[in-house]
């Protein structure tokens, strides 16, 4: 009898490996490009595409920034269906940030605000009631004019590390390499919530890896960016594992105290990025292990409402800021850009409105519209999803269910938010790479968004605001027909 040999992991193939390569050079050329014209803190603010091809380096900049994302972009895409291994999504992964994380801010400026806010509370200033202006950051000149006048629109708890990295940073060098510590800290837990809730889903967990790791806007914009939604993800991620994981292990929490504990980490993510409440109620579906009754409902509900709550007024009050961070969430929306739906149907009314001699103003009007249809929404996706696990049964439905409807109530709070930033795609791409059995439809824009910025932080949209309105109510209009036309075939 031959004695078995050691497990070997099936070869790579190598359509993976040119993939891997061909990725790692694209990050490497996105690197350069922030050398050479990211959105450093002398670099010069409100440049367009044009200005950025005329300065001495603005032709290699821009080359190597188009050829990065088209070879990152390609890459990710292949292998879209899975990557040969779960180790190997993580070591490519990893490959990919390590010349991003060394870049300097790539695709916004926003971490310079981060920065200014940071230090405005730890100089015991609000950041809630004053802009970075009032208060007299030391680094105004690096942050983008949009937002020097408005409050802060994050949660008490990302403040709190604003102000911690201002703190162990000293400088603006130091706070910025701070931010991007946080940023990657968020990211690597992120990683290692995503296998757990890929077994509780039902999907491979190569697949679920790459997608929400190895996508060209994690990279760009939370590792080089430093954009707080890596924090919210870790802490959204770690709160939904803790409830999809069932009992019976040595050890293990009871099922209150879990709900508690996953209550307490989605109220954190809450009160770093308000945008994760909406996962809230799919996370109270995903944590009932019995029947589906009404009385389970607000049992299990019961317990994860109290970690939120409990989450949310202890960092309002630890930070003595109370809850004036909900007052500066209504700023959010101060950035008109076509890459938002409803606004880019706004600028349409606003210039069918112009050909006939009227300003209709439509902008604020469309977008308050989107708001109530987002709650809609919202609604109909928790009632299907709490139809179906009533019918079918937590043993048979599983966590899945409920971990879709978050993922498609987060789809819909990007779709019909305000305003649209690259970035905002990996809110619902890590959980769609949980759920999704088809990838294309959610990669693919994913993939789009990578192009709408350049290395300095100059965003494309606002060059392109009346041809790419147009484009959008089209593409939504297009969207809209041939669900309904499917609809009908079905019925």
Known sequence: MTTPGPLVPPPVSLA???ARYAGLVGAVLLAVAGYLGGALPDAPLGVTPASIWTAPDGPTTLSCWLIGTVLLVGAWWSLREGAPSTRWAYVTAGLWALPLLIAPPLGSRDVYSYACQGWTYAH????????VVAAGCPWLDTVAPIWRDTPAPYGPVFVLLAALAVGLGGGLTGTIVALRVIAVAGLLLAALCLPGLARAAGVPARRAVW????????GVHLVAGAHNDAVMLGLLLSGLLIV????GRPGALPLAGRLLLAGTLLGLAVTVKATAVVVVPFAVLAGMPDRHTVRALLRHGGWLAGGLLAALLVTSAASGLGFGWVGGLTHSGDSE???SPPTAVGFVVDYAGAL???????????????LLLLVGVLTVLWWRAWQTLRVAGPEIAGPR???RGAALALVATVVLSPVFHPWYATWPLALLALTAARTTWFVLPAAAAAFLALPDGTNLARVTKAPGALAMTALLLTVLVRTARRRRRRS
């Open 124 to 131: 015991g200033i609000d950041p809630y009631t004053v802009g």
């Open 356 to 370: 006939v001699g009227r300003d209709p103003q439509a902008v604020p009007g469309v977008r308050a519209v989107a």
């Open 337 to 339: 850009q076509w890459t």
């Open 211 to 218: 997608l929400a790791l190895a996508g060209p806007l994690v």
């Open 401 to 403: 269910v409920a971990l």
């Open 16 to 18: 993976a490996s040119g």
């Open 244 to 247: 999809v994981r069932r009992p």
